[in-house]
């Protein structure tokens, strides 16, 4: 089993910084990508960025690009969001997730494991 650990998230002000972990452990190896997904209050779940585990290609929401940064630690079996210039339209809970091989990054249903969620709430 894999089993995926969101921190980081908490209130910030808008225009503020947040750096968002994934902890990836158990039976994860060989996988394909990781992402970060996020769900307001009343909205379906979207894409935020996605990373391919081997190479580190990127790819981001038009929403967050060149504000929010995807990144790994190989060694620590570790996913980062890093968050910039936080807007109010930013809260949500954020998750993690990862793709085995079904390489449709964007989409919810190449995610074959999600964590639990990190809460992100930010102020105007």
């Known amino acids: 089993q894999v089993q995926l650990v969101e921190s980081g998230g908490g209130l910030v002000q808008a225009g503020g910084s947040l750096r968002l972990s994934c902890a990836v452990s158990?039976?994860?190896?060989?996988?394909?990508?990781m992402g970060w997904f996020r769900q307001a209050p009343g909205k379906e779940r979207e894409f935020v960025a996605a990373?391919?585990?081997?190479?580190?290609?990127?790819a981001y929401a038009d929403s967050v690009k060149g504000r929010f940064t995807i990144s790994r630690d190989n060694a620590k079996n570790m996913v980062y969001l890093q968050m910039n210039n936080l807007k109010p339209e930013d809260t949500a809970v954020y998750y993690c997730?990862?793709?085995?091989?079904?390489?449709?990054?964007?989409?919810?249903?190449?995610?074959?494991?999600w964590g639990q969620g990190t809460q992100v709430t930010v102020s105007s």
């Open positions: 997730a990862l793709d085995y091989g079904k390489m449709e990054v964007r989409s919810i249903t190449s995610y074959d494991y």
């Open positions: 158990g039976r994860a190896f060989s996988y394909y990508a």
């Open positions: 990373i391919i585990w081997w190479g580190g290609s990127t």
